[in-house]
């Protein structure tokens, strides 16, 4: 499997959008009208992940991103996505002008092929956010407080203080037109076996070659692991292609013992080849006779209240020392 190390290495290309973006706050939602996703007024600086109270403190409503970029022409040969890890709470995302998608919920990635809307060069995003508010509703959606619920899922720190914006990371991702969309590995313990479930997206019917290569996720740690390859055929759109790689000297996810392993996914095909990579641990969990079971052993459950806010940046941790 030397060759699948070798397509590992750079077959995706990832632009971070990550940065100064410009914000402005929509106070009267007359933005859409007055098409701010053409021309974008002067807003101020705001670092994206972030949140807009870091510029404008209690906040809430409707706020336009903004931010140029930059396109090289071999990428339009390609499949460009452009992806969010998270925006709260909904949004709609405009790229040169015209709309590219819309998301509700504040917690989860989304993204968008956006191929057809780039040009060579320079290059436009908008993105309209509403983060709503408590005590009214915008275009029906009105954040909730204790004894003034709404049907918005939110954490329970959101009674405490309301944040909005996009507050997880941006990217560019291009990848041939025959992609990796996703990888889940199945893990099977009591057979040494992992299940890795990978999830092409095609453009046109094509064929492929995928190898999926499992090993210790920390180097230097024991020799273990296994790697499984086959030919498929995938149909335009989604194909999920399963691998059963089995595992050698099998290492046991466990509380006192929590061993990792990567399970790296690699495609080939005629358009090119693409790469994915993802961390697991052999392990099941599940529920017998009123008790949880981790890998054929009972275990008790203890927990806390961690909302993920800090008073920093009221939803994310600024350092990672901050957050042990």
């Not at 291009?174 to 590995?185: A, E, G, H, Q, R």
Request: charged residues 25%; proline residues 6%; without cysteine.
């Amino acid at each position: 499997f030397a060759w699948f190390f070798q397509e590992m290495v750079m077959k995706r290309k990832v632009v971070s959008l990550d940065g100064t973006w410009s914000v402005v706050f929509d106070d009267d939602n007359v933005g859409k009208q007055r098409k701010f996703f053409q021309r974008m007024p002067k807003g101020q600086p705001i670092q994206v992940p972030g949140v807009w109270e870091e510029v404008r403190p209690l906040y809430d409503g409707v706020g336009w991103y903004a931010r140029d970029f930059q396109v090289d022409a071999g990428w339009l040969k390609h499949v460009v996505r452009l992806r969010f890890a998270a925006v709260n709470y909904f949004s709609e995302v405009y790229v040169n002008g015209k709309k590219v998608g819309q998301h509700e919920g504040g917690y989860t990635p989304f993204e968008f092929d956006v191929t057809a809307q780039l040009v060579p060069g320079r290059n436009t995003v908008a993105v309209r956010v509403i983060d709503p508010p408590r005590r009214k509703e915008i275009e029906g959606f009105r954040s909730g407080a204790p004894l003034s619920h709404s049907d918005i899922p939110t954490w329970k720190a959101g009674w405490y203080w309301n944040f909005g914006g996009i507050w997880q990371s941006v990217d560019l991702i291009i990848t041939p037109k025959v992609y990796l969309d996703s990888v889940f590995v199945e893990p099977l313990p009591d057979q040494r076996t992992a299940k890795v479930h990978a999830t092409v997206v095609a453009k046109a019917a094509a064929k492929g070659r995928l190898a999926a290569v499992v090993g210790p996720w920390k180097a230097g740690d024991v020799e273990t692991g296994g790697a499984a390859e086959r030919l498929a055929t995938v149909k335009r759109g989604e194909t999920v292609v399963t691998l059963v790689v089995k595992i050698k000297n099998m290492q046991l996810w466990d509380t006192e013992s929590p061993f990792l392993y990567t399970a790296g996914v690699a495609l080939g095909a005629d358009s090119g080849d693409d790469a994915l990579t993802v961390r697991f641990g052999m392990r099941t969990f599940t529920v017998k006779d009123g008790h949880f079971v981790l890998t054929g052993r009972r275990v008790v459950l203890k927990g806390l209240l961690q909302p993920g806010a800090y008073p920093e940046k009221p939803a994310y941790p600024p350092t990672k020392k901050m957050l042990r």
